[in-house]
């Protein structure tokens, strides 16, 4: 059933999320009323999921609606914020209730699990795409930036990298009607990475202690990692073989010798951090068990560019990440 624009904010997002008290007038009005806590700095980021591009005509919406917030949150989680608030833009072909009611069925619990509160947004008919901007609070002390790496920075990792690439990888071959890439149910295994990214919102505001560099994976390790080297003006040299791997993943190198998964695919959102090697045992020390947990995998140097070396010593030569526009 297809509902106005008007019915469809006020229907199914009008009390998404989570209900703060800093929000003083959101969802319904010409513009949302804000009130930030005082003594802390407003951290905010904007990402777009376009059909065709960033998810299969056929995906399922709850996982989709999950996914596109769960993308922007990953941005606070690299600066070390807390979430607060949300707005959310649709653009729709329709006005098709049940498309509506599945993404908010994925969007509104992920909101209230971190405890933000959608406070506007807008809907327009086209093709269909959805962009959310967050809002987080963070001590300015602590905020974690790309331009803070130093030489003998050890780099770090949370989790795994590479699933989430190497599933969709699996996904192009199965509908391609080529042999299966994956043994077994492996695929499967793989997919909840690819389809419900965790935010590593705790793990972020933990690492901020010690920390004051950091992104989020998206595009890649090496072209994310190359963006903090780029604007801290260093290098920095990655031990392949110290790669945080899961199962899935390992049996996939060992059989087709293919580390770009783990190294260029994207889609990780993991954090990827420096952090002074004195630091590092201040840091475990805090470091809650219950969080994913962290690994170094090489270190800045002076210089530029990322280099990776690989487990028999010849270098990496993948190329770079993800780029819409190449």
């Not at 703060?20 to 319904?28: C, M, S, Y």
């Not at 920390?211 to 392949?240: N, P, Q, T, Y």
């Not at 783990?262 to 002074?276: K, V």
């Not at 800045?300 to 560019?305: S, T």
Request: net charge negative; with cysteine.
């Amino acid at each position: 059933m297809a509902l106005s624009e008007f019915a469809l904010i006020d229907r199914r997002f009008a009390r998404c999320g989570a209900s703060r008290d800093d929000v003083l007038l959101g969802v319904g009005d010409d513009a949302a009323l804000l009130s930030p806590p005082p003594g802390k700095r407003l951290a905010v980021s904007v990402d777009t999921l376009v059909e065709g591009v960033h998810f299969f005509a056929d995906t399922d919406l709850v996982d989709l609606g999950w996914k596109a917030l769960a993308v922007n949150l990953s941005d606070l989680a690299a600066m070390g914020a807390a979430p607060a608030w949300a707005f959310l833009a649709l653009t729709l072909p329709d006005g098709d209730e049940g498309r509506v009611d599945r993404l908010a069925a994925g969007l509104c619990p992920l909101a209230r699990n971190h405890g933000v509160q959608l406070a506007g947004g807008d809907t327009t008919r086209g093709p269909f795409s959805i962009t959310i901007q967050v809002h987080g609070f963070v001590e300015e002390a602590r905020a974690m930036r790309r331009d803070a790496a130093r030489p003998g920075d050890g780099i770090h990792v949370t989790g795994h990298l590479g699933d989430a690439a190497l599933a969709l990888r699996a996904l192009y071959a199965q509908r391609a009607g080529r042999p299966p890439l994956l043994a077994g149910d492996r695929l499967g295994e793989l997919l909840p990475r690819l389809h419900r990214p965790e935010a590593r919102i705790d793990e972020g505001m933990c690492i901020a202690r010690h920390a004051r560099c950091a992104l989020d994976i998206s595009d890649g390790l090496m072209a994310d990692l190359g963006h903090i080297c780029a604007r801290s003006g260093v290098g920095a040299r990655i031990e392949v073989a110290r790669l945080p791997l899961s199962n899935p993943l390992r049996e996939y190198v060992a059989a087709h010798g293919d580390w770009s998964p783990a190294l260029t695919g994207g889609e990780d959102y993991e954090l990827c951090f420096t952090l002074p090697p004195e630091r590092e045992a201040a840091l475990r020390a805090v470091y809650p068990a219950s969080l994913a947990p962290f690994r170094r995998i090489g270190e800045i140097v002076a210089g530029e560019g990322v280099e990776c070396i690989l487990p028999d010593g010849r270098r990496f030569e993948g190329g770079g990440g993800y780029d819409h526009f190449t």
